[in-house]
Nanobody, 130 residues
Framework: QLQLVESGGGLVRPGGSLRLSCAASEITSDRYAIAWFRQAPGKEREGVACISSSGESTGYPDYPNSVKDRFTISRDNAKNTVYLQMMNLKPEDTAVYYC????????????????????WGQGTQVIVSS
């Protein structure tokens, strides 16, 4: 079974940057689309960004407060790792960030919701505060 492990979270000041990593356990992880979700206290889990198995396509949720202007998703299949580069962080970005994998096929753009993803990591906490 595919296992995912997130890392890179922490405390950062508003306007700062972080890069999250999602390491997959299997060498065949390049078959899966990978996504980042986040969940703030008292809120539902929401999509952040996703990337196709090849890395050629990326997608973001289809709602107004999407972070696509500040966050970039990428993957290195040679390292079985997906990244989320987060720039100009805001206090409202504070959340636990999860990576998730989906068996193909899955729509990339716009990004699908959490119910369409099959495997999940344990999450990494991001706190944006001065």
């Amino acid at each position: 079974q595919l296992q995912l492990v997130e890392s890179g979270g922490g405390l950062v000041r508003p306007g700062g940057s972080l890069r999250l990593s999602c390491a997959a356990s299997e060498i065949t992880s390049d078959r899966y689309a990978i996504a980042w979700f986040r969940q703030a206290p008292g809120k539902e889990r929401e999509g952040v960004a996703c990337i196709s198995s090849s890395g050629e396509s990326t997608g973001y949720p289809d709602y107004p407060n999407s972070v696509k202007d500040r966050f970039t998703i990428s993957r290195d299949n040679a390292k079985n790792t997906v990244y989320l580069q987060m720039m100009n962080l805001k206090p409202e970005d504070t959340a636990v960030y999860y990576c998730a994998a989906a068996r193909p096929p899955i729509q990339i753009n716009p990004m699908r919701g959490p119910d369409d993803y099959n495997y999940w990591g344990q999450g990494t906490q991001v706190i944006v505060s001065s």
